[in-house]
């Protein structure tokens, strides 16, 4: 048979409509075959194997004091260089939707809401364990509304495949210069991450955690302990003004002054004003805090988990990057965990550790007055001369 018979008989063919239903079908069914596999893929290690994906890690290969390969520059975009960013917040608590709102449109990032949990709603049968509940029902409901909006977060990333997201808290606070602060952290996590070669994300891609947040970050004290270092750093608070509820790096022990900000692996810590995941540390998360034998607040939780999991790798940066905000007016609107006097009145707002507050400075970073002027939140800062001073340790 000829090229001109076979097109005619495949005319021929294509004419019955049982004949071409059936071709359009296998087509499809084709298409759908090759491409579906690259679809939804996360940029991070897109296993659903957790424990596969922490074999495959890189091998520390970056000699120390020599800069990480990658740029850093997408920290400065509209999702903060992650795949998306979150805030937490309760459906009724529009107060502090706004405010959280307002202050990151005014940083210029993105966001979107991962509803807050009432605790009462949560069924002791969903919970890992009963143990080290609180034995007060406002206590215990506080305690595990947390813990499951957490958990709803890691959700999240994992069931729309999300390579790396951020969150933070709706009462959470940071520095006018959050978006140059993170350049630095993307580096220093970088060079934590011992990375040769470009990378996906300006944080690397060979982490679980990034602590950005928190009230307690404590460091390795044996293995590599290689660090990022920014020293004559003008958004470092003094000692004075530094505010925390466990251990810290001991930066002076370290040879470092008071005007030092490090990067560094944590293998503990406290509170979660805000932190990343990437997709393979959602993961981990999610099966960790659900097998855990004894409850624990969400903190205290992963804080576990970055000391106890050795295939989970956490970065944090001290002194921390975001922090709690604590408005003027009724100190009762600060906290839906914490119980206060609706008379106590606080007269002037404040954010614990942070120097250039952003919330504090709305006025002014609405201003387009060619004066208008940023304000710190203390007087007694030191006189830094030179830029900062950025180290490979």
């Known amino acids: 048979m000829n090229k001109t018979d076979s097109r005619g008989s495949l005319a021929i063919m294509l004419r019955s409509p049982r004949i071409l239903f059936l071709a359009l079908l296998i087509s499809g069914a084709l298409t759908l075959f090759w491409t579906r596999p690259y679809n939804h893929i996360p940029a991070i290690n897109p296993t659903s194997s957790t424990d596969s994906a922490a074999s495959e890690q890189p091998t520390v290969a970056l000699p120390r004091g020599r800069a990480p390969a990658g740029s850093s520059s997408d920290a400065k975009n509209d999702t903060l260089g992650f795949e998306r960013v979150f805030v937490i917040n309760l459906p009724e608590r529009y107060d502090k939707l706004d405010a959280f709102s307002l202050a990151a449109s005014l940083t210029g990032f993105k966001h979107d809401v991962v509803e807050g949990i009432k605790g009462a709603t949560v069924v002791n049968k969903t919970l890992p364990s009963l143990e080290n509940l609180p034995l007060t029902e406002r206590a215990r409901n506080n305690i595990v509304g947390c813990w499951r909006a957490h958990l709803n977060f890691a959700q999240k990333i994992v069931r729309d495949r999300i390579s790396t997201a951020l969150v933070l808290e709706d009462d959470s606070d940071w520095d006018v210069s959050f978006k140059e602060?993170?350049?630095?952290?993307?580096?220093?996590?970088?060079?934590?991450?011992?990375?040769?070669?470009?990378?996906?994300?300006?944080?690397?891609?060979?982490?679980?955690?990034?602590?950005?947040?928190?009230?307690?970050?404590?460091?390795?004290?044996?293995?590599?302990?290689?660090?990022?270092?920014?020293?004559?750093?003008?958004?470092?608070?003094?000692?004075?003004?530094?505010?925390?509820?466990?251990?810290?790096?001991?930066?002076?022990?370290?040879?470092?002054?008071?005007?030092?900000?490090?990067?560094?692996?944590?293998?503990?810590?406290?509170?979660?004003?805000?932190?990343?995941?990437?997709?393979?540390?959602?993961?981990?998360?999610?099966?960790?805090?659900?097998?855990?034998?004894?409850?624990?607040?969400?903190?205290?939780?992963?804080?576990?988990?970055?000391?106890?999991?050795?295939?989970?790798?956490?970065?944090?940066?001290?002194?921390?990057?975001?922090?709690?905000?604590?408005?003027?007016?009724?100190?009762?609107?600060?906290?839906?965990?914490?119980?206060?006097?609706?008379?106590?009145?606080?007269?002037?707002?404040?954010?614990?550790?942070?120097?250039?507050?952003?919330?504090?400075?709305?006025?002014?970073?609405?201003?387009?007055?060619?004066?208008?002027?940023?304000?710190?939140?203390?007087?007694?800062?030191?006189?830094?001369?030179?830029?900062?001073?950025?180290?490979?340790?």
Not at 279 to 303: E, H, M, S, T
Not at 316 to 323: E, H, I, K, T, Y
Request: some cysteine.
């Open 181 to 393: 602060q993170l350049v630095d952290f993307a580096t220093g996590a970088r060079y934590v991450q011992g990375l040769t070669s470009k990378s996906r994300s300006p944080y690397g891609d060979d982490w679980d955690l990034l602590w950005l947040g928190h009230c307690s970050a404590q460091q390795y004290l044996d293995g590599d302990q290689r660090r990022f270092v920014v020293e004559n750093d003008p958004t470092v608070p003094p000692m004075n003004h530094r505010v925390n509820f466990n251990e810290v790096p001991k930066l002076a022990d370290m040879g470092y002054d008071n005007t030092t900000r490090i990067v560094f692996e944590a293998r503990d810590g406290v509170c979660l004003y805000s932190y990343a995941l990437s997709y393979r540390g959602a993961q981990k998360v999610l099966r960790w805090q659900n097998n855990v034998k004894k409850f624990n607040p969400i903190d205290i939780g992963i804080g576990n988990q970055c000391k106890n999991d050795a295939n989970f790798k956490c970065i944090a940066v001290f002194p921390q990057l975001v922090d709690s905000h604590k408005s003027a007016g009724r100190q009762s609107r600060d906290s839906d965990i914490g119980q206060f006097d609706a008379k106590q009145i606080r007269e002037k707002g404040f954010t614990y550790n942070i120097v250039r507050s952003t919330r504090l400075n709305i006025e002014n970073l609405m201003n387009t007055a060619q004066d208008a002027k940023i304000e710190n939140q203390w007087t007694d800062l030191p006189e830094l001369t030179g830029p900062p001073r950025r180290k490979y340790q």
